[in-house]
């Protein structure tokens, strides 16, 4: 069975960091391009960030760029989305997902077509 798996999540205050991973079971990301992104209370998916398979290009949204990087250990089989200078804006549920090779879809907004996703984890911003 192929699975995403997130963690990292939890509550910090506005200005902390978290690390978020993906971590892949029963496939190996060595061939896909994984994305990030995030959904607020009583709002759409929004794509936060993409890595290509190869870790080679890096797609950032307008509001995490210079905050957030994201970086990838094929060898581990693992993503990452390291969060700095959170805001309370970016309270979400995050998930990552994984399309092939490139961040194709991603870019185009075909959210759709990702073909794994994981179940997501909680980042909650605030004092």
């Known amino acids: 069975q192929l699975k995403l798996v997130e963690s990292g999540g939890g509550l910090v205050q506005p200005g902390g960091s978290l690390r978020l991973s993906c971590a892949a079971s029963?496939?190996?990301?060595?061939?896909?391009?994984i994305a990030w992104f995030r959904q607020a209370p009583g709002k759409e998916r929004e794509g936060v960030s993409c890595?290509?398979?190869?870790?080679?290009?890096?797609l950032y949204a307008d509001s995490v760029k210079g905050r957030f990087t994201i970086s990838r250990d094929n060898g581990n089989n693992t993503v990452y989305l390291q969060m700095d200078s959170l805001k309370p804006e970016d309270t979400a549920v995050y998930y990552c997902?994984?399309?092939?090779?490139?961040?194709?879809?991603?870019?185009?907004?075909?959210?759709?077509?990702?073909?794994?996703w994981g179940q997501g984890t909680v980042v909650t911003v605030s004092s």
């Open positions: 997902a994984a399309e092939a090779i490139t961040c194709s879809f991603y870019s185009r907004r075909y959210y759709t077509y990702f073909d794994v």
């Open positions: 890595i290509t398979s190869s870790g080679d290009n890096t």
């Open positions: 029963g496939f190996t990301l060595d061939q896909h391009a």
